[in-house]
């Protein structure tokens, strides 16, 4: 199993290395087709991994690693696996993000019951936003107005929930509560419909400005850079 | 995403309608050449020296580059997201909306 990820992990170094050696755009091209590995190409070595060692850590690292590496319905199918066969495993923080963006009813009965059930705090910690997200997503999509206020109320409650129990759990090189806080913050203010915060800062010619200023037309704000 | 941009503001000089940035780049004085290689005219607040780490996006829990909010004339959010043919459609509508 390890064997396997180190492999992959090579090839994919050696590919970036190569990707940012070459200049050109064309040849830059013929890398992808040539030296990328697929991950789509190592999910059925990682699949048969799963099979042998069914029932183990390893089985559920090799899901893992299909789950986070492959998507479409084989990444939406590998993560309800996991969440079937495994429930208990630690290893179900590093999918449970991925269940704050479905729509299904499934997902969020799963996140509940990780939320309450799941031996490992930093499961609960991730489950408690995803569900949180999820339902935010889902209140954005109900059209019956109390519904979906309800849906918020609870989405809201969830984040500050993270904060105070699973604040500072590890999440993308921050913690859960930096990201929660974040969310709040999204929830709060950067909803459609609301008046959009104000922002007030210089510009590229070092010209203080406000985005107020700009109140009676039409904005578009573009989150940018040159990269 | 330059040329689209840079379309959309051509297309609607004089109209009640404005292209804000808020630029994630670190450095600044870099900038300046891109600015008039790619002849973006119209303004950007600097997120600062922390590039996408910077306060703005941060408060505004900005996780992928570009995002794009749209506001209607009365400051309120009304799109996340569009891009592209979309982006022109939303700020076409309401721009109609706004006349009335």
């Keep these: 199993m390890e064997d396997l990820i180190d492999e992959f992990d090579e090839r994919m170094a050696k590919f970036m290395e190569a990707y940012r050696a070459e200049e050109d755009e064309a040849k830059r091209q013929e890398l992808f087709t040539g030296l990328y590995p697929r991950p789509a190409d190592f999910a059925p070595r990682f699949r048969a991994l799963a099979n042998e060692f069914k029932g183990t850590q390893a089985g559920a690292k090799a899901l893992v690693w299909i789950a986070t590496n492959v998507y479409g319905d084989t990444q939406e199918a590998t993560v309800d696996e996991l969440l079937r066969d495994y429930p208990d495993s630690p290893l179900l923080e590093e999918v449970v993000p991925l269940l704050a963006n479905r729509s299904d009813e499934g997902s969020r009965a799963s996140l509940r019951s990780l939320l309450s059930e799941s031996p490992h705090r930093n499961v609960r910690g991730h489950a408690c936003r995803a569900l949180a997200l999820n339902l935010r997503g889902l209140s954005a999509d109900t059209e019956d107005t109390d519904q979906s206020k309800s849906l918020m109320a609870e989405s809201r409650a969830l984040l500050m929930r993270v904060q105070e129990e699973f604040d500072d759990v590890p999440y993308y090189g921050g913690t859960l509560g930096a990201a929660a806080r974040g969310e709040l913050f999204e929830s709060d203010r950067l909803q459609i419909g609301m008046i959009a915060p104000d922002i007030a800062g210089a510009d590229l010619q070092g010209v203080d400005f406000k985005l107020s200023d700009y109140r009676g037309k039409v904005v578009v704000i573009d989150f940018w850079g040159n990269w | ?100």
């Design chain 2, 1 to 100: 995403m330059y040329p689209h941009e840079r379309s959309l503001v051509k297309r609607l000089a004089g109209e009640p309608f404005a292209l804000i940035g808020v630029n994630s780049d670190k450095d600044l004085e870099k900038l300046q050449d891109v600015l008039v290689e790619e002849n973006i005219t119209w303004r950007s607040f600097w997120n600062g020296p922390e590039g996408t780490g910077g306060p703005i996006s941060t408060q505004w829990n900005v996780r992928g580059w570009p995002t794009i909010y749209i506001l209607d004339h009365e400051g309120k959010i009304r799109f996340k997201g569009p891009r592209g043919e979309a982006m022109d459609e939303a700020v076409d509508g309401l721009l109609a909306e706004m006349r009335g």
